[in-house]
């Protein structure tokens, strides 16, 4: 009896042992006394077990209490402020708080050891950072772009920093004309990005190392460029563009005038994809903004849009000689092969187009133009080959002819024996 | 004695040249209305003829590696004297030899000149219709150009669909899991050395044979002529008949040079392995009915897989075909048979090779 007694209480001792045993399997997540009430709660306090699964922090097996205090894993005490417990965090103190570990360079390789830790000192020589150091808590802190609860790696391409969806979150704040009045800054600079080169390129091309607001501003040091650093900012990308322009006659020229370099001429957020008619004299020229009928930099875009226009047309005339023997039947693979220099020498003199000098240009317009020539002439020797051989054609036939003729009439004539 | 007399006696002391040539002056050729017909295996072996000197020609410049076979036929269409002349004329002539070669099968089966004694001419001729489909497969590859290299991914890939030894046949095919190189290599090999020994050798036989048994009458002439004997027309086979068959010959000759001058064979694009297969890649004319019918047989079919049971349908096909005289006579109405089959075959090839035409 005694024994069968033991039994039992050792049997109810297990069941009851039981539900700890399994919460003490479960990871701290589950056991967020946090979420308990907050997941049920209206926004702006709702945070769902969704999100904070979701959260790069949660994954990393932060708690609530990271960044809240108190104890989630106690409900009682869960916002003791003996348990450290500070409640909802002051936008002025926010970047302090995220800084005190991401600027934390050991506390952060335990995580992920490349990533920077300059983020907080970035932030403070950024015009959101001196303004907030101001006082001026409108400006963007980091919950503002990165997000509060749920916030994804960067790479994640649902992320609000993710290089696609850069823009749409400056946008928030730099498009909304009553949010930035007293700012008294421009609100266009969306509209403009969304109508640029760079933007079709980021988002037809899928390229994403197409440039967006952070590439040219900074991300956590966001700025506008000076002056005197846009072409620097330009240069990390248009590396030849840059050197040609920097050691044009423009430079010193543009210096003086306190003009910001490669902007002057293609605009800042609303770039458009170059054409050859901006060095020119006529409709779209950007010379004659500053140069006029007569002087220097009118004739030498005048001869600049002349060496450009001559090799493209030579280049399209070649084509369509080549084309033409292509459909002949002719093989002219060769020659359009060799055209593709052609066109790189075009590519080439319009890169060379930012030395403002018609003899630069000239030196790659007279290669690609020796190239044209050549591959017309081959074309040109395929038509004149095709027709060679039209021509022999006939006469092979008219000789087939008369001998299938000369066939049938010695048949004729050894039958009628 | 005039000079080519006193050959004719040199060679005649010598070789017995007039006994040799005898029976030649002796053969004769049933001449009838549907003797046009008997034409079309003297036009397969002149294209034949054509392929092998320019198949010769092409050798001399040809590189048979996958880094120079494309430029060096480049090199051939462009560079050569004639070269575009000779390689435009060993393609064009490849495509007429199999379409005359099929129009020949077709003809001696609708004309049922396969009957006894012939049933080994026919068995020859199928063999020799299989070898020349053989020489277009191996030498769609060797221009070594994107359709052929992706035509070639598909086409080895259905031979690995035979059961139990499907993939040794592609390994053996491709010289390793893939078409590379090795494959071209390989290709040429069969190409110049490997078909052409093996189609000698049998189309040495087929000519033995028809010489042996002459050429066939069909039965219905054969019947009026027995009921009328008058009726009955022979040609001398020299010179009547071989000028006739040089008349045609020389027509296809013009035919050859004018394909080749106002539609040279293209090159197209060298083919890059690790590019994408373009869309729509599709075989030669003669292998479309097969692959069009590949892709309309369901994935699976009473549980076998639906590639594997059409290869082994047209496996099947291809043995009846060849096996048709000797089953003729132990069917009844066994003619009939041979007919309704001869048509539905062609009907059954056409519309599937204007289907994969029409196809996207």
């Known amino acids: 009896m005694a024994v069968l007694r033991a039994g039992l209480l050792a049997l109810a001792a297990l069941a009851m042992a039981w539900p700890l045993a399994v919460a003490a399997q479960q990871p701290a997540a589950a056991a967020n006394a946090c979420l308990d009430c907050h997941s049920a709660m209206d926004a702006p306090l709702q945070v769902t077990a969704a999100q904070f699964a979701a959260d790069i922090h949660a994954q990393k097996g932060l708690t609530c209490a990271s960044c809240h205090g108190g104890d989630p894993s106690d409900a009682g005490n869960a916002m ?16 302090a708080l995220c800084g005190s570990c991401h600027g934390d360079a050991a506390f952060m390789r335990q995580y992920d050891p490349s990533l920077r830790t300059d983020q907080l000192a970035q932030y403070r020589t950024s015009v959101h950072g001196k303004k907030l150091a101001a006082g001026d808590t409108h400006v963007a802190i980091c919950t503002d772009c990165h997000g509060v609860h749920g916030i994804l790696p960067a790479s994640d391409t649902h992320s609000t920093v993710n290089p696609v969806n850069v823009a749409t979150t400056c946008k928030r704040c730099h498009a909304d004309a009553a949010y930035m009045k007293s700012y008294k800054i421009p609100t266009d600079q969306y509209a403009g990005y969304t109508s640029s080169v760079h933007f079709a390129a980021m988002t037809e091309r899928g390229d994403l190392s197409a440039p967006t607001c952070t590439t040219c501003h900074g991300n956590h040091g966001a700025a506008p460029p000076g002056v005197a650093s ?8 248009h590396v030849f563009q840059a050197q040609l322009f920097d050691a044009s006659p423009h430079k010193a020229a543009f210096d003086a005038a306190g003009f910001p370099g490669c902007v002057t001429c293609h605009s800042n957020h609303h770039i458009q994809k170059p054409g050859d008619s901006m060095v020119s004299t006529g409709a779209g020229s950007v010379c004659t903004n500053c140069h006029s009928e007569g002087d220097d930099g009118f004739k030498a875009a005048e001869n600049i849009h002349g060496q450009i ?21 002719m093989e002219v693979g060769e020659a359009e092969l060799q055209l593709a220099q052609a066109d790189d020498a075009l590519t080439k003199a319009r890169v060379a187009v930012h030395t403002f000098t018609p003899a630069k240009v000239q030196e790659d317009v007279t290669a690609g133009t020796a190239v044209a020539e050549k591959t017309r002439e081959a074309g040109i020797a395929a038509l004149r080959e095709r027709d060679f051989r039209r021509k022999g054609l006939g006469l092979s036939l008219i000789a087939i002819l008369l001998v299938v003729a000369g066939f049938g009439l010695y ?4 039958e009628r024996k | 004695m005039s000079t080519p007399a006193r050959i004719h006696h040199w060679l005649d002391e010598r070789f017995g040249w007039d006994d040799l040539v005898a029976p030649l002056r002796h053969k004769t050729v049933p001449r009838h209305r549907l003797s046009y017909w008997y034409f079309l295996g003297g036009m397969t072996l002149f294209l034949f003829g054509v392929q092998l000197c320019t198949g010769i020609l ?11 076979a494309y430029e060096s036929v480049q090199y051939i269409s462009t560079k050569v004297q004639f070269g575009w002349l000779v390689r435009s004329i060993h393609s064009w002539s490849a495509n007429l030899m ?19 004694p012939r049933e080994l001419t026919w068995v020859t001729g199928l063999l020799l219709l299989f070898l020349a489909m053989g020489f277009g497969f191996s030498g769609y590859l060797l221009p070594w150009n994107t359709l052929a290299f992706f035509a070639t991914k598909v086409g080895t890939e259905v031979a690995g669909q035979v059961p139990f030894v499907g993939h040794s046949i592609t390994v053996f095919l491709r010289g390793g899991e893939d078409v590379t190189g090795a494959t071209l290599t390989r290709f040429f090999g069969f190409h110049v050395a490997v078909l052409p020994a093996i189609a000698t050798m049998i189309l040495g036989l087929h000519l033995l044979l028809v010489q042996r048994f002459g050429i066939s009458v069909p039965p219905g002439i054969e019947k009026e002529w027995e009921r009328d004997p008058s009726q009955r027309r022979e040609t001398r086979f020299f010179p009547n008949f071989l000028l006739r068959e040089l008349m045609a010959w020389y027509v296809a000759l013009g035919l050859l040079g004018a394909l080749a001058a106002l539609f040279p064979w293209e090159l197209g694009a060298k083919a890059d392995p690790f590019a994408p297969a373009p869309a729509g890649i599709k075989p030669e004319w003669y292998f479309l009915a097969q692959f069009q019918t590949l892709k309309l047989i369901p994935a699976k079919v009473l549980h076998i897989d639906g590639e594997v049971l059409g290869v082994l349908a047209f496996g099947a096909a291809a043995l009846i075909w060849m096996l048709l005289p000797f089953l003729e006579p132990k069917l009844k109405s066994g003619p009939r048979w041979v007919l309704g089959l001869g048509i539905f075959a062609l009907a059954f090839l056409g519309t599937m090779t204007i289907y994969a035409y029409l196809a996207k």
């Open chain 2, 58 to 68: 092409l050798l001399l410049y040809y590189r048979p590696s996958a880094g120079e």
């Open chain 1, 80 to 95: 003791s402020p003996a348990k450290g417990f500070r409640g909802h965090l002051d936008r002025a103190k926010i970047v």
């Open chain 1, 411 to 414: 048949i004729r004539e050894i």
């Open chain 1, 309 to 329: 226009s001559t090799l493209q047309e030579r280049i399209a005339d070649s084509k369509a000689v080549l084309q033409q023997a292509a459909h002949s039947g």
């Open chain 2, 98 to 116: 199999v379409f005359m070669a099929f129009a020949h099968m077709f003809s001696v089966l609708f004309l049922r000149a396969y009957r006894k």
């Open chain 1, 230 to 237: 846009v072409a620097n900012v330009c240069s990390t990308c």
